[in-house]
């Protein structure tokens, strides 16, 4: 896709456990602060690069996103993949080269699915 200029700037995940999921995703790098907008439900909010990933809670009349995969590319595969797997998240598949570069996938503690590539 030549001059395409359309970049992602927003993942929102619904949780179960607000709680272990700031603990699940900060074991992969991020920091978040709760937020909320106007009259809406606390979230955790994380920005980095432009990029806003925010954690709301599951509720009963939410969708659940658990059929949502992300990626997030880190520092180091392993390492991270070690950490995730220790914050209460699942090995979907342990780290390995692939033609995108190292790469694992775990599920986090609601089964999302999170692709980490180096």
């Not at 995969?69 to 080269?97: E, K, M």
């Not at 599920?107 to 180096?118: I, M």
Request: aromatic share 6%; proline share 5%.
């Amino acid at each position: 896709m030549a001059g395409n200029n359309i970049l992602c700037n927003l993942i929102v995940l619904r949780s179960s456990d607000l709680g272990r999921a700031r603990t699940f995703y900060q074991a992969l790098g991020h920091s978040f602060v709760l937020h909320a907008h106007g009259h809406g439900p606390k979230h955790l909010a994380s920005e980095s690069a432009g990029q806003v990933f925010e954690i709301y809670p599951l509720s009963d009349t939410a969708m659940p996103t658990t059929s949502t995969r992300i990626g997030f590319r880190v520092p180091s595969v392993d390492t991270t993949y070690t950490a995730a797997l220790a914050a209460g998240g699942t090995s979907v598949s342990a780290p390995d080269d692939s033609e995108w570069g190292r790469r694992a996938v775990v599920s986090d503690p609601d089964g999302h699915r999170v692709e980490l590539t180096a």
